[in-house]
């Protein structure tokens, strides 16, 4: 999954709309672009949609519930469920701990509507909270239900109080790039993908480009999309360039001829088993790519 869409599920002209983008995943939202008097209205809507569009959509559909403390999980969950979506965000998520609390629930879902056990699969968001932050460790366990990890910075600035999340120059200040850094950790940890946050600037693609080269350069391999006017940009910029895969299909092709090898010579440069390990990640992307489109 590179690109992940946002759509209001109280907004059935958005839903059409977010159908119609190029995005990898469509992302109905009940939680933060839903207010509490269309949240039951939104649950219905998200159904319908998910029901009627499954089956021809090329994007996976995943809903993003409220958090497990606010009181309206079980709400979300036993609507969206019965139109078996592909996934389930979490967010406000506090360690594996609550992707368990989560699976769980899930588990029991499945069986009371005829869906495969483990067939739903989990998305959280690991940092919108200082409990979320610090229990980025857990993720080494790891979950079977784990599609990848995110990460959020409005409502960690809400948490600890920061008037913003940016300096005067639009860089994260440091708590943000923490939190950034240990999502990035707990997907390794996880083995799993880590998607980059929002850009909420979305009429400035300049800066949404910068923002997801950086974000590829550092290891997540997608990006979330607020508005279907990112989707271009962010697919374009976590697909491996054709420069990237001649490399890594030559570099694998390098380490094979050695009779691999722990280490070879190529052009002049060494490379050894963890630069193996990166081509062949860059290769299994390009591979997933093709498969989703
Ligand atoms: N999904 C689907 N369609 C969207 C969309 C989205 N996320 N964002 C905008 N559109 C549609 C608009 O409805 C509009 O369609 P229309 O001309 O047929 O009415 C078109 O794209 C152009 O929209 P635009 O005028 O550029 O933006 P806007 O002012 O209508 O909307 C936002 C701006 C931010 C309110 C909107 O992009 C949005 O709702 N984003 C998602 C918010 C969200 O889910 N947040 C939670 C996660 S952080
Ligand atoms: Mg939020």
Same mark, same amino acid.
């Given at each position: ?8 599920? /109280?907004? !059935? &002209?958005?839903?059409? #709309?977010?159908?119609?983008?190029? =995005?990898?995943?469509? @992302?109905? %939202? ?67 701990? /609550?992707? !368990? &609390?989560?699976?769980? #629930?899930?588990?029991?879902?499945? =069986?009371?509507?005829? @869906?495969? %056990? ?176």
């Amino acid at each position: 999954m590179r690109s992940l869409l946002f759509v209001p599920g /109280d907004s !059935e &002209r958005k839903l059409e #709309k977010g159908f119609t983008s190029a =995005a990898d995943v469509i @992302l109905i %939202d009940l939680e933060d672009s839903v207010s509490p008097q269309n949240k039951a209205a939104a649950r219905g809507i998200a159904a319908t949609a998910i029901r009627e569009r499954r089956e021809n959509a090329k994007a996976a559909i995943y809903v993003r519930v409220n958090d497990l403390a606010s009181g309206l999980t079980d709400d979300d969950l036993a609507a969206v469920m019965a139109a078996a979506p592909d996934g389930i965000m979490l967010p406000k998520a506090e360690g594996l701990a /609550d992707v !368990e &609390r989560l699976s769980v #629930k899930l588990r029991v879902l499945e =069986a009371e509507n005829g @869906l495969a %056990d483990g067939a739903t699969r989990i998305l959280p968001i690991v940092s919108e909270t200082a409990a979320g932050v610090f229990a980025a460790a857990s993720f080494g366990r790891g979950s079977p239900r784990l599609s990848a990890v995110t990460w959020g910075a409005e409502d960690l600035s809400a948490a600890i109080g920061a008037r913003a999340t940016r300096d005067d120059q639009g860089r994260y200040t440091d708590v943000f790039r923490l939190a950034r850094s240990l999502t990035l950790l707990a997907a390794s940890a996880a083995d799993t993908a880590a998607i980059d946050t929002v850009f909420v600037d979305f009429r400035n693609e300049p800066g949404l480009r910068a923002e997801c080269l950086e974000a590829e350069r550092d290891g997540f391999t997608g990006k979330m999309a607020i508005h279907p006017d990112q989707v271009a940009v962010i697919n374009e910029a976590f697909t491996p360039s054709p420069e990237a895969l001649a490399e890594a299909r030559m570099v694998v092709e390098a380490f094979a001829a050695a009779g691999n090898l722990g280490v070879v010579g190529i052009g002049g440069k060494m490379f050894d088993r963890p630069h193996l390990r990166r081509a062949e990640r860059v290769l299994a992307r390009a591979r997933s790519t093709r498969l989703s489109e």
